[in-house]
DNA sequence: ATGTCTGAAGTTTTCAGA
């Protein structure tokens, strides 16, 4: 059975952290890895480290900030865009695609969006629009495709973060943020970690600020979709957290799929794949819709409800292997020892009372909230 | 409100961006 690896990893500044790239690569040996936030110009990319190591890459880099790569072991990638169609500022490197060993590979870094509301906000929200015109064609045109990177999004409050109060006016969580990622996701692309893991708390950022790595109080916004085509190929999926564990590491960890392409995309499977992810996500967009008009509570709660369906929904019809297993031997197999702290995720909990605990916390928190009036910030 | 990190400008400190 042949897998293929495929990772997404925002490094942080590519310069300062060269050698913990090269030991990630060594030691987990993706296929296919993409990178954001270089921080470097074209010409200061490593590209002959990488060659020594077996990776050929394609870069797409900028003087100090974004910057976005793929690179791919054994191969060198095959370039088929870079930025994404009708972008008005060519000036930030956010967007790269390469054919590799047959797939098509969207590598890319969505504005962060702070601070809300603001001109920077607005753009995130344009480039998402961008993004999904053209993720849209990329469907229509039947291309089996993986868009990996981060998304700079928190899909819902219940499994995607430690603790959404202190985050409620930060971009990563507005709804607007989330319809967007909704409204992509009802194209027909899988969530690939929620498919893997359900309900499972799953992160892959925790910031420098406040201890956040040592209390494991993280968010999961990078992120890996599979078009109809791959999505039935899927085998497992996780983070390498022990890279965040790492002395001077980058604020983000590695996230990445297995899929198995020696696995035939039947039409079944393939139609199975497509309705889930359908119909997972109308309940999400809808929930999403009605939570704006009705509060950010109700909309939180709902959001999570159907995103707790969708999950479900994709680990049934998606996976080949029983999720509970995917999941135990993933989460035993990637993440490090635990971080001090009561959030540390325990490998071995079955998925089912894992599902229980969020919707007895959700229901916690709802009851809170409803005698007490979310605080906002001081003025 | 705070917190911490990178890269830059341009000099041993400050700033923006995240």
Known sequence: ?????????????????????LEWLE???PDIACLQELKAPDE??????????????????????????????????????????????????????ADVQGLRVACLYLPNGNP????????????????????????????PTILCGDFNVVPTDELDIYNPASWRKDALLQPESREAWFALLGQGWTDAIRAVHGDARIYTFWDYFRKHWDRDAGLRI?????????????RDAGVDRWVRGQPGASDHAPTWVELDTTAKATRVGRARAESSARSAT???????????????????GAEGA??????????????????????????????????????????????????????????????????????????
């Open 27 to 29: 030691r987990e040996q």
């Open 282 to 300: 109308s309940i999400a967009r809808a929930s999403v819709a009605k939570g704006r008009g009705a509060g950010k509570t109700a909309s939180a």
């Open 116 to 143: 809300w509301p603001g001109p920077k906000f607005d753009y995130k929200l344009a480039w998402f629009a961008r993004l999904r015109t053209h993720a849209s064609k990329l469907l229509k045109d039947d291309v």
């Open 306 to 379: 159907a995103t707790r369906k969708a999950g479900a929904a994709s680990v049934t019809k998606t996976v080949a292997r029983p999720a509970k297993t995917a999941s135990a031997r993933t989460r035993s197999a990637t993440v490090a020892p635990a971080p001090t702290g009561a959030n540390a995720p325990k490998g071995g909990t079955k998925l089912a009372t894992k599902a229980v605990k969020v919707r007895k916390a959700l229901k916690a928190t709802k009851a809170t909230k409803a005698t007490k009036p979310t605080k906002g910030a001081k003025a």
């Open 44 to 97: 200061a990319f490593p590209q002959a480290e990488l060659e020594r190591i077996g990776y050929g890459a394609l870069w797409h880099g900028q003087k100090s900030w974004n910057g976005v790569a793929i690179l791919a072991r054994g191969s060198k990638p095959e370039e088929q865009r870079r930025g994404l169609p009708n972008d008005p500022d060519e000036s930030q490197s956010r967007y790269l695609e």
């Open 222 to 234: 990078d992120h890996l979709l599979l078009s109809p085509s791959l999505a039935p190929l899927l």
């Open 1 to 21: 059975m042949a897998r293929l690896k495929i990772a997404t990893f925002n490094i942080n500044g590519i310069r300062a952290r060269q050698d913990a790239l």
